[in-house]
């Protein structure tokens, strides 16, 4: 689909326009999403570009995601989607800014477009031009991965709490669910694998729109400059987010093996305790003519009592020793 923006008085104002139909000189905006082969190629001959294949944009080698051709700039950042769900996914974006036009080829709808797109209706200084439109676009994707850190950010906190929690005195002792803490340590660190990712592309991104031969406006160089300052700052900010997820997730594992730790030992002390028992009962339920009581009045009686002394004394015996 191929969608046409123009300034207007109030704002972005998108451009109605027939399939096919040539594009007008106004637009500055032509937003590529899921393209057909016809509107790639009314794009490409219109602008005297040339639009990347899906296959094209996924390519890492930075030769091919970024570079200059025509008197044109192409530049592509792997951008993270879905970030809502519970399986968020890395999609390739392409700007191309050639001359006053800008061009966006992709094959996802992440929320920071729809974002700008909403801003800029109503702000006319946000499109007045297509660098301006770029550095909005990029700005809005930054704010995105922003908000998946802070919500990373509050997760591991719920997550630390549940681990390293102590119960209060008086409150009755609540099992703890490890597995839900292990499900939302490992959905926290695939979103935080793919934040590192995009922002290492948009830092890759802006470093060489910086550099490029025909440099943009000297606002907009300004505002490129203090978004590289946040990428960088939380791509510092993600690592040490990373590294706090695995600690949290050793701790996790810890737990778990302190619980089952425990669970063994209450067994082995159980079994234990009922060893000796199950010795005399084993002795007096012999088949032999003659065992000692065994046709006595209180021989019933002394066999229990025997049985609970051997039981109770391994149990005041290892309390005294600390070892319960």
Request: hydrophobic letters at 45%.
């Amino acid at each position: 689909m191929l969608t046409v923006y123009a300034p207007g008085p109030q704002g972005l104002r998108q451009l109605d326009r027939s399939v096919g139909a040539p594009i007008e000189e106004e637009a500055i905006w032509l937003d590529l999403l899921e393209p057909r082969i016809e509107e790639e190629r009314l794009v490409e001959t219109r602008l005297g570009v040339e639009v990347p294949t899906r296959e094209e944009m996924r390519e890492i080698e930075s030769s091919s995601r970024l570079y200059e051709d025509g008197g044109a700039l192409y530049l592509t950042a792997t951008v993270v989607t879905k970030l809502d769900s519970d399986l968020p996914e890395n999609a390739q974006i392409t700007f191309i800014l050639k001359g006053s036009r800008l061009v966006t080829n992709r094959y996802a709808d992440p929320l920071p477009f729809r974002r700008f797109v909403a801003f800029a209706e109503r702000h006319p200084a946000a499109c007045n031009s297509a660098p301006a439109i770029f550095v909005g676009l990029l700005e809005s994707i930054v704010n995105r991965i922003a908000d998946v850190i802070e919500r990373i950010s509050s997760d591991i906190d719920q997550s630390s709490a549940e681990v390293f929690g102590t119960q209060r005195k008086g409150t009755k002792a609540k099992a703890r669910d490890f597995r839900k803490v292990l499900q939302r340590i490992g959905q926290g660190g695939e979103l935080i694998a793919k934040a590192r990712e995009s922002l290492a592309s948009l830092s890759r991104l802006l470093a060489f729109v910086e550099q490029s031969t025909d440099p943009l406006p000297a606002d907009v160089q300004v505002r490129l400059q203090t978004l590289s300052k946040d990428v960088v700052a939380m791509s510092d900010h993600a690592g040490f987010l990373g590294t706090n997820l695995n600690f949290i997730l050793d701790a996790t594992l810890g737990m778990i093996n302190i619980d089952q730790n425990n669970i063994l030992k209450i067994f082995s002390v159980a079994t234990v305790f009922l060893l000796p028992p199950s010795v005399i009962a084993g002795i007096f339920g012999m088949n032999f003519a003659h065992m000692p009581g065994l046709q006595q009045p209180w021989g019933f009686g002394v066999a229990i009592a025997a049985m609970v002394v051997s039981a109770v004394g391994p149990y005041l015996w290892f309390r005294q020793r600390g070892w319960l």
